[in-house]
């Protein structure tokens, strides 16, 4: 599966974008989709993962301010962030892995969509 990230940009503190990961090449029904962020000069780090079932997993860092979600018809995940900070600058990732129920480990994840940069300025 080819996974395409997008829906970043600059926004102010407070502010809300969505993300959107469109999937081609395979059902992405059949997957366990994640969003990972990697902030310059830091390690990449995990975001929030719904499993192929539904099951939902967030960051503490994120909790109460990000949701994701799948539309399986459109093929398509998304991330909705909300009240977003500075910290919340980063590259941001889908990822993506087979019959997968999701995870917060990367190295969990076989596909990778390019990433997506998101600025919030104070």
């Known amino acids: 599966v080819q996974l395409q990230a997008s829906g970043g940009g600059l926004v102010q503190a407070g502010g809300s974008l969505r993300l959107s990961c469109a999937a081609s090449g395979r059902p992405l029904s059949r997957y366990g989709l994640a969003w990972f962020r990697q902030a310059l000069g830091k390690e990449r780090e995990f975001v929030a993962a719904?499993?192929?079932?539904?099951?939902?997993y967030y960051a503490d860092s994120v909790k109460g301010r990000f949701a994701i979600s799948r539309d399986n018809a459109k093929n398509t995940v998304y991330l909705q962030m909300n009240s977003l900070q500075p910290e919340d600058t980063a590259v941001y990732y889908c990822?993506?892995?087979?019959?997968?129920?999701?995870?917060?480990?990367?190295?969990?994840?076989?596909?990778w969509g390019q990433g997506t940069q998101v600025t919030v300025s104070s």
């Open positions: 990822a993506g892995r087979l019959y997968s129920e999701g995870s917060g480990q990367h190295d969990q994840y076989d596909y």
């Open positions: 719904i499993g192929r079932t539904g099951t939902i």
